[in-house]
């Protein structure tokens, strides 16, 4: 390593991104990505903070020190790909962690560079056929719903859920690990018609007028998260809506390295998002990975595009809108029902949007509630721990969580993203009581 940067170990600035030049050729440069890795390989060895966030780094510390040198060179480079394949893109390293992300000069941007490696990965289509089909069918999560619902197939599908042998069966063919918790797909419900607010109120950046992206997660999972979230925003007399038309944000295929569907799914998005925020709405999201998709990482892959620029400023997790109505004097702080004991695991993708603890605050408004934060993550990743080669790993990752959740015993397991507390749950032997933290609010207001 250059001498040039010796004399600084570590950084005090704020982090900063840099834009992901994902169409240049040399993303797609396998030789060049194998040189970069190594050069960010090499800082992670030397350093070694990140051993805790996820598999990832412990992979990479076994390769080296398994090695015939016990230093990076003793590596085969065909094998930086088993790294790759343990990042789910939780951004925790960047945020949190490491000290040698941009402004200082090694300037490390490990999730981008997994991000790099998984797209060659795709590219390449270096995995049998059967995965790269589960892959690609698990991460096209509107399409996937759509099948799922279909007369007949929701049928054979929930039997499927309620049988153990029936999925350890199909584990074998369709590459989801049979133990895993597989996803439920509701129906739509009727969608709630909040009352006509009139003259809603600013507060700081906010317009108190709000629509709401459902996204892939709230229209196929969990169809009631909507419903709560517009009852939640009518009894703080802010205007509300459900969007028409949204796709799926594009993390799941993020997470993939299929840019090219990532781009897609913007192109249909943004101009739905930017027709509401011209109407005077601000837009929110019940996922944080929906959110963070808009704020931070369709910005950094589309750096020209200024119509995400100004979506960037306009969407918000429901939490942090909230918050800044509160911090006016405009959130309904009337609560009929306490909550008790809270046990509230911080979302990775809600996290390193450094909003700070506002689920938190807010939570811990309504009497006799006390909100216990965890601040670890379930290891879910949307796909991460259903695949049957990363699923005990993503249970490794979830317990630690889980024990806290099951020495607490607490009232009620919460989280910003619900598969993470689904997550939690699956591997928790209490089955604690769980739901969203703006069903909890909803619950405490004591509506129906």
Known sequence: MSDLFSDKEGGLEAPTRNPVKWKEESFLDKEKFLEESERVYDVCHTCRRCVSLCES????????????????????????????????????????????????????????????????????????????????????TDSLGKIVKLPLIDITYEGILNSAPAKKLLSSV???????????????????????????????????????????????????????????????????????????????KLDLGDLESVESSMKQNAPLLLEEIRKG?????LVPSCVLMFKQELPLLFEANKDLQEIKTHIFDPFEYLSYRESEGLMNKNFKTSLGNIAYQVACHQRVQNIGPKTKELLEMIPETEVQTIERC?????????????????????????????????????????????????????NP??????????????LK
Not at 281 to 285: A, G, L, T
Not at 404 to 427: G, N
Not at 433 to 446: E, F, M, Q, V, W
């Open 433 to 446: 009581d769980t739901a969203h933290p703006i069903s909890l609010i909803k619950r405490a207001y004591g």
């Open 281 to 285: 709405y601000d837009i929110i999201s």
């Open 378 to 430: 379930s290891g879910h990743d949307g796909t991460y721990a259903v695949k049957k080669e990363t699923h005990r790993n993503s249970v490794k990752i979830a317990k630690p969580v889980a024990k806290k959740i099951d020495d607490s015993e607490p009232d009620h397991l919460t989280s910003d993203c619900p598969l993470a507390a689904k997550q939690i749950k699956h591997v928790s032997k209490n």
């Open 57 to 140: 780094f412990p992979t990479l510390f076994d390769l080296i020190d398994e090695s015939e040198t016990f230093e990076l060179d003793g590596v085969n480079k065909e094998d930086f790909q088993k790294v790759v394949d343990e990042c789910f893109m939780c951004d925790l390293c960047y945020q949190t962690k490491c000290p040698y992300v941009p402004p200082h000069p090694w300037a490390i941007d490990f999730p981008h560079l997994m991000l790099r490696g998984k797209s060659i990965a795709y590219k390449e289509k270096n995995k049998n056929i059967l995965k790269r089909t589960r892959d690609n069918l698990l991460t096209s």
């Open 174 to 252: 369709t590459g989801i690990h049979s133990e895993a918790p597989w996803p439920k797909f509701e129906k739509t419900v009727q969608e709630y018609i909040p009352k006509e607010i009139k003259d809603a109120k600013e507060a700081g950046v906010t317009s108190g007028k709000v629509a709401i992206f459902t996204g892939c997660y709230c229209r196929n999972n969990e169809t009631t998260l909507v419903n709560d979230l517009l009852k939640v925003l009518e009894h703080n007399d802010v205007e509300a809506k459900v969007m028409i038309g949204d796709k799926c944000c594009g993390m799941p």
